[in-house]
Nanobody, 112 residues
């Protein structure tokens, strides 16, 4: 079955950086577009960006330039590099298989 497990969330100071990982299993990772979503307390889910099977990326305007999505198909792993973090980036971050709509459990990022 499809399984996605995020990791790398942590407490970080404003201006800091984090790299989140999402380990995928149960499907042919390299064949699927993947994306990242976050949800802050009391707020709606917020789409962050997508990476296609060729490695081309698309971002939400508000994070473009600070966040970078990448993938390592040999490791079945999706990444989200986040730089210049702000308190408003505090949220639970999720990776999603865009075709199957499977989600991981999420990883907490706190910027404070």
């Amino acid at each position: 079955h499809v399984q996605l497990v995020e990791s790398g969330g942590n407490l970080v100071q404003p201006g800091g950086s984090l790299r989140l990982s999402c380990l995928a299993s149960g499907f042919t990772f390299s064949s699927y577009w993947m994306y990242w979503v976050r949800q802050a307390p009391g707020k709606d889910r917020e789409y962050l960006g997508t990476i296609n099977t060729d490695g081309r990326t698309f971002y939400r305007t508000t994070v473009e330039g600070r966040f970078t999505i990448s993938r390592d198909n040999a490791k079945n792993t999706l990444y989200l590099q986040m730089n210049s973090l702000k308190p408003e980036d505090t949220a639970v971050y999720y990776c999603v298989n865009s075709a199957t709509d499977d989600w991981g459990p999420g990883t907490q990022v706190t910027v404070s």
